[in-house]
């Protein structure tokens, strides 16, 4: 019984569901947020990765760096096509690198690297189905790093 646990276990850790992810995420405002409405690009990090694609699940402050924020309607943040950052409250600060074709590639295709001052992530296109919300925005999920 501990065998086979231990080896469940082991399956669940390589797909990330008990690690770590971070997401890049456009962030839509709903019909509530207030006004002046804003559509916001946002890099969020979820310490148990499942999380952020969790509609339950509200991103905290801390957790959200904000990329971008516009007034005019589902206009967001370019997230491809070079070297690109954003640093948390925190002080900690994500980088990534996504190729300028990713959005023709198909869903769950490899983007490249991104890191933190702790690590490396492997990068991948997403689906963009909901995910997570961030302060009264509901997040649609762009790429995610694991
Ligand atoms: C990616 O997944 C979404 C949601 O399932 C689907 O609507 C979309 O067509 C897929 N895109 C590609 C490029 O396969």
């Given at each position: 019984m501990l065998g086979f646990k231990h080896i469940a276990a082991a399956a669940l850790l390589a797909q990330g569901v008990f690690g770590e992810g971070i997401h890049l995420f456009n962030c839509r405002p709903y019909g509530?947020?207030?006004?002046p409405q804003t559509w916001l690009s946002v890099v969020a990090y979820c310490a148990n990765d499942a999380d952020c694609s969790n509609l339950g699940y509200t991103v905290p402050g801390n957790d959200a760096c904000v990329v971008s924020s516009s007034g005019t309607a589902e206009s967001y943040h370019h997230w491809e096509g070079g070297s690109q950052s954003c640093t948390f409250p925190t002080g900690v600060t994500f980088s990534w690198n996504i190729p300028?074709?990713?959005?023709?590639?198909?869903?769950?295709s490899s983007v490249g690297s991104g890191s933190n001052s702790y690590r490396s992530f492997a990068g991948y296109k997403d689906n963009k189905v909901n995910g997570a919300s961030f302060n009264y925005h509901s997040c649609e999920k762009i790429y995610y790093y694991i």
């Open positions: 509530a947020a207030g006004s300028a074709n990713a959005q023709s590639q198909p869903n769950f």
